[in-house]
């Protein structure tokens, strides 16, 4: 099973991006995920959540103006930025609980960079 991020890159304050992580292999379902995100000389810290009936969670910094989403048919998980501030500047990873053939196991992504510019 492997993890791909995508969807990072610069914007200026007050910009949107869409992070995509796409989970690839022996894939039989996709439930619980989660974006984390780590800015430099910080800790990594949890943004958001989805839990398997998808019901989501959110740092409060980011509330209402992040929104985390899966589509399972494409095994696929979403994070929709919106209203970005300097602050969210971070390299973002997602983490999701995948169902195989034979076990259950969280997965991590590699990463992808959010550049927010005043």
């Known amino acids: 099973v492997q993890l791909q991020a995508s969807g990072g890159g610069s914007v200026q304050v007050g910009g949107s991006l869409r992070l995509t992580c796409e989970a690839s292999?022996?894939?039989?379902?996709?439930?619980?995920a989660n974006w984390f995100r780590q800015a430099p000389g910080k800790e990594r810290e949890l943004v958001a959540g989805?839990?398997?009936?998808?019901?989501?969670e959110y740092e409060d910094s980011v509330k209402g103006r992040f929104t985390i989403s899966r589509d399972n048919a494409k095994n696929s998980v979403y994070l929709q930025m919106n209203s970005l501030k300097p602050e969210d500047t971070a390299v973002y990873y997602c983490?999701?609980?995948?169902?195989?053939?034979?076990?259950?196991?969280?997965?991590w992504g590699q990463g992808t960079l959010v550049t927010v510019s005043s």
């Open positions: 983490k999701v609980l995948v169902t195989t053939t034979f076990s259950t196991n969280y997965y």
């Open positions: 292999g022996d894939i039989f379902k996709i439930t619980k």
């Open positions: 989805i839990d398997t009936g998808g019901s989501t």
